[in-house]
Nanobody, 126 residues
Framework: HVQLVESGGGSVQAGGSLSLTCEASGLKYSSHCYAWFRQVPGKTREGVAA????????RYGDSVKGRFTISRVNVKNTLYLQMTGLKPEDTAMYYC????????????????????WGQGTQVTVS
């Protein structure tokens, strides 16, 4: 049973930084895809950043390129999202997701491709 637990959300002023953490457990296979998604009420879930462990490739949503960085510490099975230059439009519930399989790069930011999800952590930028 895969469990993902996010932490690190909070409130920050525009221009500030936050770092989100996702601790993963129960993963059985060596190749995985991890991603961060975000959602605001009334809108669809948006792909923020994704990482494929097989080739260490990353992919970012257009709205966060150059500001957000996804990374992972293998031995800890922990995923991070470093967010800088935060804007009010970054306000959302942020979710960590995982898939114990490979995905082609153009699918990494599609939420329906992921099987396991965390409970979310709120980020508010004012």
């Amino acid at each position: 049973h895969v469990q993902l637990v996010e932490s690190g959300g909070g409130s920050v002023q525009a221009g500030g930084s936050l770092s989100l953490t996702c601790e993963a457990s129960g993963l059985k296979y060596s190749s995985h895809c991890y991603a961060w998604f975000r959602q605001v009420p009334g809108k669809t879930r948006e792909g923020v950043a994704a990482l494929a462990t097989g080739d260490a490739s990353t992919r970012y949503g257009d709205s966060v390129k150059g500001r957000f960085t996804i990374s992972r510490v293998n031995v800890k099975n922990t995923l991070y999202l470093q967010m800088t230059g935060l804007k009010p439009e970054d306000t959302a519930m942020y979710y960590c997701a995982a898939l114990q399989s490979r995905l082609p790069p153009w699918w990494l930011l599609l939420p329906d491709k992921y099987s396991d999800w965390g409970q979310g952590t709120q980020v508010t930028v004012s």
